[in-house]
């Protein structure tokens, strides 16, 4: 294992290995997994009746570096619904691979998760939106994938997705109507936008020619992370919700004194990360109605 690793070609018995550690030391069986970004952690602790993990005693699971990432992986109830919840996650600029980073997606499939949601802190660069605000990632634009650096470069296991995933519906659009009318009867519709994210490695914040290529490209607000998750995740068949803390907007204008930087990011996660675990629980208590009824037609058919 630690070989695999270190060459970052993981096989199907080290995401077997590592599920079967999980579930062996749990008696939780999750159908939800949640990813708690910069800042938004917090989530994971209103878990009730959680079995704990650091990512350092799991086998093949890799420490995070970053300020306002735990690295902590629990077990339990949230809102009535049995989750997973990643306190943390890995990036690519702390060095290392797609493959890597998405490690824990592949997990959850053999773990038997049907649904993912993702949350993240990213830069707005829609002049619309304002920091503070929460956007529904209805697509993306994948630049470290457009250059080659994809999770799903490298050998196909057909036992966890096709060769040739078409990403044209990413992101589930039952989830996100149901993420909406939540944000409706929670009274912060005028928070909640739909959009398209973009990511870039990082670990450097855009410059001013960047973020006004990436608005011409049609990209609402750019991070470091969440895509290789999403497209993991849509390769293995999970469905995916994926919601984006707008915690600064991108500099788009040089005589701008603005600079970006991480306290800011986790200053306005603090501010606003209530409401978006106020809606992420929400959303988990509708996709409990979901999982206990047995699927039938999907997502649509239960939060429609």
């Known amino acids: 294992m630690a070989d695999s690793q270190r060459c970052g070609r993981y096989s199907y018995e080290d995401y077997e290995l590592t599920a079967q550690w999980l579930l062996s030391r749990t008696e939780h069986r999750p159908k939800v997994a949640i990813v708690c970004g910069s800042g938004l952690g917090d989530l994971a602790t209103q878990l009730c009746d959680a079995n704990v993990f650091h990512y350092r005693d799991i086998p093949n699971f890799l420490e995070t570096t970053v300020p306002g990432h735990a690295g902590r992986l629990l077990f ?5 619904e049995v989750c997973v919840c990643m306190q943390g996650r890995v990036h690519a600029y702390e060095g290392h691979s797609m493959e890597q980073i998405t490690y824990p997606v592949r997990v959850f ?9 993702l949350t993240n802190a990213a830069g707005g660069l829609n002049p619309d939106y304002k920091a503070g605000d929460i956007m529904l ?13 994809n999770p ?13 995933p078409c990403l044209s519906d990413t992101y589930d659009p039952a989830l996100r109507r149901a993420c909406s009318r939540v944000a409706a009867q929670l009274g912060v519709t005028e928070l909640v936008h739909e959009g398209v994210l973009c990511m870039q490695t990082g670990p450097c914040y855009e410059t001013v020619a960047e ?6 490209f049609g990209a609402d607000a750019v991070g470091m992370s969440t895509l290789p998750e999403a497209v993991c995740a849509y390769h293995c068949g999970l469905r995916v919700l994926a919601l984006t803390l707008i915690t600064n907007m991108a500099v788009c204008n040089y005589r701008s004194e603005e600079r970006t930087n991480h306290a800011e990011v986790l200053h ?18 509708q996709l409990g109605q979901f999982h206990r009824g047995g699927g039938g037609g999907g997502a649509a058919a239960a939060i429609d």
């Open 137 to 149: 990632v209805r697509d993306h634009i994948n630049l470290p994938g457009l250059m080659g650096l």
């Open 76 to 80: 339990g109830l949230l809102s009535g």
């Open 152 to 164: 799903l470069v490298g050998p196909n296991d057909e036992r966890l997705g096709v060769r040739f």
């Open 268 to 285: 306005t996660s603090s501010m606003r990360a209530v409401a978006l675990q106020t809606l992420v629980s929400a959303v988990v208590g």
């Open 211 to 216: 973020s006004r290529l990436l608005r011409a």
């Open 109 to 117: 499939k053999l773990m038997g998760i049907e649904t993912l949601i």
